[in-house]
């Protein structure tokens, strides 16, 4: 199982980015794809979930309005669509996947169980 991240970058408040997260060595369409982030001094946070089949999604509190997830299965790749960003997003985004301990999603980190490396956004004026 690999998942690689990608698209990170320096952006002004307001504007968007798209992260993809590419899977290998699984069928990533059968798994749950969770994103995360981390910043500084902080412990990892849950921010989008895409379940598997049907990609129903579930965002934190904190980005829901501004942040989509989508899927592409033919490459394998999960997307987020981060619009409006703020300050507050800078983070290393994270996209991981596992079984989520027999839940159809989470955006508890302790129930994933493979991660890619990160990739970092850094949102200032």
């Known amino acids: 199982v690999q998942l690689v991240e990608s698209g990170g970058g320096l952006v002004q408040p307001g504007q968007s980015l798209r992260l993809s997260c590419k899977a290998s060595?699984?069928?990533?369409?059968?798994?749950?794809i969770g994103w995360f982030r981390q910043a500084p001094g902080k412990g990892r946070e849950g921010v989008s979930c895409s379940t598997r089949h049907d990609g129903t999604q579930y965002h934190a509190d904190s980005v829901k309005g501004r942040f989509t997830i989508s899927r592409d299965n033919a490459k394998s790749t999960v997307y987020l669509q981060m619009n409006n960003l703020k300050p507050e997003d800078t983070s290393i985004y994270y996209c991981?996947?596992?079984?989520?301990?027999?839940?159809?999603?989470?955006?508890?980190?302790?129930?994933?169980?493979?991660w890619g490396q990160g990739t970092q956004v850094t949102v200032s004026s």
């Open positions: 991981a996947t596992g079984d989520l301990r027999g839940s159809t999603w989470s955006l508890v980190p302790d129930r994933y169980d493979f």
């Open positions: 060595g699984f069928p990533s369409e059968n798994y749950p």
